[in-house]
C-alpha cells in the first residue's frame, strides 16, 4: 500500500462538488469586477522566488534540480509568477491590468488542520495604480468573493507598512533591530515589543505611542500620534480607502490595524487580511496589499497590488459554519427493463446528454428494484423505465424519484418533461 505525501490531500467526488461549486462563485465574482484570468506554470526557476526573499526562503520551499541542472522550485504562490509574465509579456496591455488566477501551492510547512504542503490559492494582480479607490475596491473583491462564497463570519484588517517603516525612522531603530521585534509584531506580543524597544534604549513615552499605535484600530488615536509627512500622507490615503469602503462598497465591519506585517517581503504601503475567527490558528483566509516587484524582475515600475485567498480555508470555514452546500444531483437514471432494451436504453440516454441533461444508465444489468435503489442512493431525480411493453406504444415510464409516481409518457416528449 502506498501512503499519499505529508500534507497532501485526496479529495472524493463530493468534496470537489463543494470545491467546483465555491471555485465558481469566485470566478464570477472576480469576472464582475473586470478581472481576467491567467495561468502560469507550477514550477518556476528558483530564483524567480529568491531574488527578493534570499536563499532563507529555500527552507521554506519545494526545490529541486531537473535533469538539465536547472535549479527549479514548486510555486509557493502566484505573485512572483504572474509578475514574472507581466514583465515578460504583458507590460504594452492597457491599464489597469486587473488578472486573477486560481492555481496549487507548495509550501514545505510544517502540516496541520487548515496547514498544507499543496494548497490552492484564488488570487488576483491589479498593476498600473494605486489609487485609493483601486485599492479600496480591490479589498471590497476579496470580502465580496468570501461573503459571496457564503462565510459568515469574518474580520478585515486593514494595516500599512509604509506607516510602519516611517515610525521605526522616527525612533532611528537599524535594520536588525527592525527585524528583530517583526516577528513580536506579527505575534501580538506587545509587551515584548515594549521591553526590546526600552532594551534598544527608546525613550519609555515613545516606546509606548509605538506600542500603542500597534494595538489600536482608532485612525484618530493613530492621526494623532504619528509625526512625519509619510506617514500623514499615508494615513490620509488609508482614511480615503476606508471611506470608499463604507460608503461606496457598504463594507462597515474593517479594523485598522498597524501590526500586520505579512510573511512575505515584498509588501509596501497598504495591507490587510481577512479572517475567520471560528478556525483558530490557522485562521487567515486572505491576505495581500501593495507590492514592489516589478523592477526587480526587469520592468517598467508601475503599482501593483493584489491578495490570494486560501481556497482549502475558505471551504474549512464554510464546513464550520454548517454551510449548506448543494446536494450533487443526477436529472435521470436510465433503466432497461430487459437485456433487449439495452440498445433502445443508450439512445434514449446518450440523446438526452446530448441536450445537455445529467444521465446516467445501469451498466450493472441488475433488475428493476436494485436499479431504483441505487438511483436514489444518487440522488436522482427521475428515472426512466424502459421496458418491451412500454415500447410496443413509443412510450417509456418516467418515476419521480421523490415522489414515487409514475406515468406512461411518449420517447419524442422525454426531453421536454424532463427539462
Ligand atoms: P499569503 O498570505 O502567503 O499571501 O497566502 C494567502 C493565503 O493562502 C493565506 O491567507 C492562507 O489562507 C493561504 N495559505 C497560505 N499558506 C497555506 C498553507 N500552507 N495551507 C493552506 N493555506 C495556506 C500570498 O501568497 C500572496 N501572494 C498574496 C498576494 C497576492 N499579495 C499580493 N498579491
Request: aromatic letters at 10%.
Amino acid at each position: 500500500m502506498f501512503k499519499i505525501p505529508r500534507g497532501t490531500r485526496d479529495f472524493t467526488s463530493e468534496e470537489m462538488q463543494k470545491r467546483r461549486y465555491i471555485e465558481e462563485v469566485m470566478q464570477k465574482t472576480f469576472e464582475t469586477f473586470g478581472y481576467k484570468e491567467v495561468q502560469t506554470p507550477t514550477f518556476e526557476t528558483l530564483e524567480l522566488f529568491t531574488a527578493k526573499s534570499g536563499d532563507a526562503i529555500i527552507e521554506e520551499l519545494y526545490s529541486f534540480t531537473d535533469k538539465g541542472g536547472r535549479d527549479l522550485a514548486l510555486r509557493p504562490e502566484l505573485t512572483a509568477p504572474v509578475i514574472r509574465f507581466y514583465v515578460d509579456k504583458l507590460q504594452m496591455e492597457p491599464k489597469p491590468l486587473k488578472l486573477y488566477y486560481f492555481g496549487n501551492c507548495y509550501r514545505y510547512d510544517r502540516p496541520q488542520k487548515g496547514r498544507y504542503r499543496e494548497f490552492k490559492q484564488a488570487g488576483c494582480e491589479i498593476i498600473g495604480t494605486d489609487t485609493a479607490e483601486a485599492n479600496a475596491e480591490l479589498i471590497a473583491m476579496a470580502y465580496k468573493i468570501l461573503e459571496n462564497a457564503g462565510v459568515k463570519n469574518l474580520v478585515l484588517n486593514i494595516g500599512n507598512l509604509n506607516i510602519l517603516s516611517s515610525l521605526f525612522s522616527q525612533f532611528k531603530l537599524t535594520k536588525d533591530q527592525q527585524k528583530y521585534l517583526i516577528p513580536q509584531i506579527d505575534k501580538s506580543m506587545f509587551e515584548d515589543v515594549f521591553d526590546a524597544l526600552r532594551d534598544f534604549d527608546i525613550k519609555k513615552e515613545d516606546a509606548s505611542i509605538l506600542t500603542e499605535i500597534l494595538q489600536t484600530s482608532d485612525i484618530k488615536k493613530i492621526e494623532n500620534l504619528v509625526m512625519g509627512d509619510v506617514a500623514k500622507k499615508e494615513l490620509e490615503e488609508l482614511n480615503k480607502i476606508l471611506s470608499f469602503l463604507d460608503k461606496s462598497f457598504g463594507i462597515k465591519n474593517y479594523q485598522i490595524k498597524m501590526s500586520i506585517v505579512r510573511g512575505l517581503d515584498y509588501y509596501k504601503g497598504v495591507v490587510f487580511e481577512i479572517e475567520a475567527p471560528s478556525l483558530g490558528a490557522e485562521k487567515q483566509l486572505c491576505g495581500g496589499g501593495t507590492y514592489e516587484l516589478i523592477k526587480l524582475f526587469g520592468g517598467k515600475e508601475t503599482p501593483t497590488t493584489g491578495f490570494a485567498i486560501g481556497f482549502d480555508r475558505t471551504i474549512l470555514a464554510l464546513e464550520l459554519e454548517k454551510y449548506e452546500f448543494p446536494n450533487p444531483t443526477l436529472d435521470v437514471f436510465v433503466i432497461p427493463v430487459t437485456e433487449e432494451m439495452i440498445e433502445k436504453s443508450l439512445k434514449i440516454t446518450q440523446n438526452l446528454r446530448e441536450k445537455g441533461v445529467k444521465v446516467d444508465i445501469d451498466l450493472l444489468r441488475r433488475g428493476m428494484s436494485k436499479s431504483l435503489k441505487y438511483a436514489s442512493s444518487i440522488n436522482a431525480k427521475k428515472a426512466i423505465i424502459i421496458g418491451p411493453k412500454e415500447l410496443e406504444q413509443d412510450s417509456v415510464t418516467i418515476r419521480d424519484m421523490e415522489t414515487g409516481k409514475q406515468d406512461l409518457k411518449k420517447i419524442k416528449d422525454i426531453e421536454k418533461i424532463i427539462k
